[in-house]
């Protein structure tokens, strides 16, 4: 019975050692619930910003829709709020991030800032921040319509790329992103409303999906 069972659990730690020194598995599902929370809350909060700043055009729409018929003073003029909004969102969606994923590491006894992952932040943050640039062209040149789906099909370019050095999940999560990136192009008036399922409910969604899967048992 020793004998039988032995090669097993040989070639089920050579599998394990092998997928720890080819992938980053220290990921933690709770870090795309906190991270979906808190894209949720933005988007509420955005919302609720630009109807102050806004609240009405002669046409009746306020807010995100009055946003998209903004002019070039006006869009200029909210700029440095929404970009001072932006990277704070973005600041405590890392923190939350990063929370997660260094005490899941430490649980289960492997190394955070490996080589792995700094391939893995490095192949995130090239796409990321190409796409944000861009986003950013595009709202100085009066196409903020397309604003969020750019984000959206640059976030989930980042994750397919960076999907080669940790879980397969990631590649599903980073097309679903890009499909709404796309879908969001042809409604430009729910920009807002995608911005929320994307970065929210996506997020959420994996978040939960992770965990039951890979953390679970182990917590």
């Known amino acids: 019975m020793q004998s039988a069972t032995d090669p097993l659990a040989q070639l089920t730690e050579i599998r394990a050692i092998m997928e720890r020194s080819s992938r980053f598995i220290s990921l933690s599902g709770l870090s795309g619930v906190g991270a979906g929370v808190v894209a949720l809350a933005g988007a509420g909060l955005g919302h ?3 109807l102050q700043w ?6 009746g729409t306020m807010g995100y829709l009055r946003l998209l018929q903004s002019t070039e003073a006006e869009r200029m003029l909210v700029l440095p709020y929404l970009l001072g909004f932006a990277l704070g969102m973005i600041a405590v969606a890392l923190v939350v991030a990063t ?5 899941r590491a430490r649980r289960a006894g492997l190394p955070v800032w490996s080589a792995l992952g700094r391939r893995l932040a490095l192949s995130l943050a090239i ?7 861009f986003c950013l062209a595009l709202y100085v040149r009066g196409a903020v319509s397309l604003v969020v789906p750019g984000l959206l099909t640059f976030y989930g370019l980042a994750l397919l790329n960076g999907s080669k050095y ?4 990631i590649r599903w999560l980073g097309l679903t992103e890009i499909v709404l990136g796309l879908v969001a192009v042809l409604l430009p008036g729910f920009g807002l409303a995608f911005f929320a399922l994307g970065f929210g409910f996506g997020h959420i969604l994996y978040g939960l999906l992770m965990y039951n899967r890979y953390e679970r048992k182990q917590a």
Not at 54 to 59: Q, T, V
Not at 99 to 103: L, N
Not at 127 to 133: F, K, M
């Open 54 to 59: 806004f609240p009405s055009s002669e046409y």
């Open 166 to 169: 940790t879980l397969d999940e």
């Open 99 to 103: 929370f997660f994923t260094v005490r």
């Open 48 to 50: 609720l910003f630009l």
């Open 127 to 133: 796409p990321l921040i190409a796409g944000g640039l």
